[in-house]
């Protein structure tokens, strides 16, 4: 029971570490990838708190080193899914009985977890599973993730602090209640603070979560698991299964109790689980909530008062940091033609710097792309480039499988703003760019508006602040993150909330208020303390 308006911690930002030669930071992080390498992992399920193997076992490795094995973990099946699901359900009265403070300091221990004992072993993990540089998994897996709880946590207060007004002689009360049922949380690969902030922002709301990682991410998801089990989660308010994705969907959509969903992957996805909602609506006990961050087609649009040298930068980390595979990385850029000689010299120099290679060199920028099937997709999309007499390869173009799935940073010139790699989300290490006159700069913004269906993230370069005032009224809807004079990545909590709209998701701004929002069900509760004792009104009255 609350006795007390608790105040919770003030978040800030947790502060990235930079890994410099020498630093206790880097030896710690050296000695947990060697660690990690020695051994391979057994990685069971985690239904209701307890251990689940099943003897199914499917090989992790290194994306950039596929030789190499990492782990084993056990793979469920649709029996799995309906105990995770029994495991929620169970646990979740005591869960949203309990006393909202106690609910927060659990994960709030969880992010401290996370800034300490256990930073390099889930850095390590993301670096090894997911081929993400040091900078990108400290960024990602420790500081991100640790953003989320914190601030979330510091959300929910005010959140709960929203009350409506009272009248006299009446006490108007406003509980945001869990959703009835339970929460589905389908997170991706590349992000593993997305991983942990999917099923976490729900479960701190109350709700009960049935979690299923994509396989790609499951070496690091089950570092989070381990976080939360340590900072005291009870069993079966966040079960993680490791099963097939419409083998899961066939029981969790047609289940009764399925309160809502948490997702981030690819768009197509996302609308075929909204039409399989859709099409089973009548079965559920309330309607779902459907919360989604999907794909990106993000751009880079240049004017010509833009600095040479800080496109050619935010151009270089905003595509090919973790090799291009973020929705919001920057994948098609419109250069005006005066600029245009100047900045190729430029960034054709600067990616001839960035060596590749496997993570545990700290020199290298580009590791390898998640999968073979990930590479396969982006080497169709190069090799179609280099046999199309209207796209000029400027840089990269190679790629080779034979250690890991490595592709070489590239940029395509192309002469047709509609060509395919201008349009079609790749996710990968290609940047398209559209060389424009500088006279016809209103028809490329609308060029910017109308080429993709997403609108996730996106940027304008200018010195000219009637250029920036312009573009930004009217791009208002190509990007739910926009970006003036800086790449269209990078999204800090509490910072820049994240998430886009169209083909992009549904905008409820994960690292914000918003998000949590959607993981209750408010309840208005009206007490007037001298109820009325007769029917009649004043007007009634004779005259």
Same mark, same amino acid.
């Given at each position: 029971?609350?006795?007390?308006?608790?105040?919770?911690?003030?978040?800030?930002?947790?502060?990235?570490?930079?890994?410099?030669?020498?630093?206790?930071?880097?030896?710690?992080?050296?000695?947990?990838? =060697?660690?990690?390498?020695?051994?391979?992992?057994?990685?069971?399920?985690?239904?209701?708190?307890?251990?689940?193997?099943?003897?199914?076992?499917?090989?992790?490795?290194?994306?950039? #080193?596929? &030789?190499?094995?990492? +782990?084993?973990?056990?793979?469920?099946?649709?029996?799995?899914?309906?105990?995770?699901?029994?495991?929620?359900?169970?646990?979740?009265?005591?869960? +949203?009985?309990?006393?909202?403070?106690?609910?927060?300091?659990?994960?709030?221990?969880?992010?401290?977890?996370? +800034?300490?004992?256990?930073? %390099?072993?889930?850095?390590? $993990?993301?670096?090894?599973?997911? /081929?993400?540089?040091?900078? &990108? $998994? @400290?960024?990602?897996? %420790?500081?991100?993730?640790? #953003?989320?709880?914190?601030?979330?946590?510091?959300?929910?207060?005010?959140?709960?602090?929203?009350?409506?007004?009272?009248?006299?002689?009446?006490?108007?009360?406003?509980?945001?209640?869990?959703?009835?049922?339970?929460?589905?949380?389908?997170?991706?690969?590349?992000?593993?603070?997305?991983?942990?902030?999917?099923? =976490? $922002?729900?479960?701190?709301?109350?709700?009960?979560?049935?979690?299923?990682?994509?396989?790609?991410?499951?070496?690091?998801?089950?570092?989070?698991?381990?976080?939360?089990?340590?900072?005291?989660?009870?069993?079966?308010?966040?079960?993680?299964?490791?099963?097939?994705?419409?083998?899961?969907?066939?029981?969790?959509?047609?289940?009764?109790?399925?309160?809502?969903?948490?997702?981030?992957?690819?768009?197509?996805?996302?609308?075929?689980?909204?039409?399989?909602?859709?099409?089973?609506?009548?079965?559920?006990?309330?309607?779902?909530?459907?919360?989604?961050?999907?794909? !990106?087609? #993000?751009? *880079?649009?240049?004017?010509?008062?833009?600095?040479?040298?800080?496109?050619?930068?935010?151009?270089?980390?905003? =595509?090919?940091?973790?090799? !291009?595979?973020?929705?919001? %990385?920057?994948?098609?850029?419109?250069?005006?033609?005066?600029?245009?000689?100047?900045?190729?010299?430029?960034?054709?120099?600067?990616?001839?710097?960035?060596?590749?290679?496997? *993570?545990?060199?700290?020199?290298?920028?580009?590791?390898?792309?998640?999968?073979?099937?990930?590479? !396969?997709?982006?080497?169709?999309?190069?090799?179609?480039?280099?046999?199309?007499?209207?796209?000029?390869?400027?840089?990269?173009?190679?790629?080779?499988?034979?250690?890991?799935?490595?592709?070489?940073?590239?940029?395509?010139?192309?002469? #047709?703003? $509609?060509?395919?790699?201008?349009?079609?989300?790749?996710?990968?290490?290609?940047?398209?760019?559209?060389?424009?006159?500088?006279?016809?700069?209103?028809?490329?913004?609308?060029?910017?508006?109308?080429?993709?269906?997403?609108?996730?993230?996106?940027?304008?370069?200018?010195?000219?602040? @009637?250029?920036?005032?312009?573009?930004?009224?009217?791009?208002?809807?190509?990007?739910?993150?926009?970006?003036?004079?800086?790449?269209?990545?990078? %999204?800090? *909590?509490?910072?820049?909330?994240?998430?886009?709209?169209?083909? /992009?998701?549904?905008?409820?701004?994960?690292?914000?208020?918003?998000?949590?929002?959607?993981? *209750?069900?408010?309840?208005?509760?009206?007490?007037?303390?001298?109820?009325?004792?007769?029917?009649?009104?004043?007007?009634?009255?004779?005259?």
């Amino acid at each position: 029971m609350t006795y007390g308006f608790y105040n919770v911690p003030v978040p800030v930002n947790e502060p990235i570490k930079e890994y410099r030669p020498g630093s206790p930071e880097r030896e710690n992080l050296k000695k947990a990838l =060697a660690e990690l390498r020695s051994r391979e992992e057994d990685i069971p399920m985690y239904i209701n708190g307890a251990e689940v193997r099943t003897g199914k076992t499917i090989r992790l490795a290194p994306p950039h #080193d596929h &030789q190499h094995t990492l +782990a084993y973990f056990h793979e469920g099946d649709a029996q799995h899914v309906q105990q995770a699901i029994d495991a929620a359900l169970q646990a979740k009265e005591a869960w +949203a009985a309990m006393s909202w403070e106690h609910r927060a300091s659990i994960f709030l221990k969880a992010a401290e977890l996370i +800034a300490g004992p256990y930073r %390099a072993k889930i850095n390590a $993990a993301t670096m090894l599973g997911q /081929s993400k540089n040091v900078y &990108q $998994a @400290e960024i990602d897996s %420790a500081c991100e993730l640790i #953003d989320f709880l914190r601030f979330n946590a510091y959300f929910m207060t005010k959140i709960y602090q929203q009350q409506p007004n009272s009248s006299p002689g009446v006490w108007n009360r406003q509980e945001y209640r869990p959703l009835e049922g339970f929460i589905f949380a389908l997170t991706p690969f590349n992000f593993t603070a997305i991983a942990g902030n999917l099923p =976490a $922002a729900p479960a701190m709301m109350g709700n009960t979560i049935v979690w299923k990682p994509a396989y790609q991410q499951i070496y690091s998801a089950k570092v989070i698991m381990d976080v939360f089990q340590e900072a005291g989660l009870p069993n079966g308010v966040i079960n993680l299964i490791y099963v097939d994705g419409p083998l899961a969907g066939e029981v969790i959509f047609n289940h009764a109790d399925f309160g809502g969903i948490h997702f981030t992957g690819s768009t197509k996805v996302f609308q075929n689980i909204w039409g399989i909602i859709g099409s089973t609506i009548h079965k559920y006990r309330s309607y779902p909530r459907i919360v989604g961050e999907t794909g !990106g087609k #993000d751009f *880079v649009l240049v004017h010509e008062s833009a600095d040479v040298e800080e496109v050619v930068v935010a151009l270089i980390r905003g =595509a090919f940091e973790y090799q !291009g595979q973020k929705c919001s %990385a920057a994948s098609r850029a419109y250069i005006p033609s005066t600029m245009w000689p100047q900045l190729k010299e430029r960034l054709v120099a600067e990616l001839a710097t960035c060596k590749m290679g496997g *993570v545990e060199d700290f020199t290298n920028f580009i590791n390898a792309v998640i999968d073979e099937r990930s590479f !396969g997709k982006i080497a169709r999309y190069i090799d179609e480039a280099k046999n199309n007499e209207g796209v000029e390869i400027i840089a990269g173009g190679g790629y080779d499988d034979s250690k890991g799935y490595f592709v070489e940073p590239t940029v395509l010139r192309v002469s #047709d703003p $509609a060509y395919q790699t201008m349009c079609e989300e790749i996710f990968g290490p290609v940047l398209s760019i559209y060389v424009y006159k500088p006279e016809e700069f209103d028809e490329v913004i609308k060029l910017v508006d109308q080429t993709s269906p997403y609108a996730l993230t996106g940027s304008i370069f200018a010195k000219e602040r @009637e250029v920036i005032d312009k573009v930004t009224k009217l791009l208002w809807h190509a990007a739910g993150n926009f970006y003036i004079n800086d790449k269209p990545t990078g %999204a800090v *909590v509490g910072q820049q909330p994240f998430g886009g709209a169209r083909g /992009s998701g549904t905008n409820d701004k994960a690292g914000s208020l918003l998000n949590l929002l959607r993981w *209750v069900s408010a309840r208005t509760i009206k007490e007037t303390f001298v109820p009325p004792r007769q029917i009649s009104y004043p007007f009634m009255q004779a005259e």
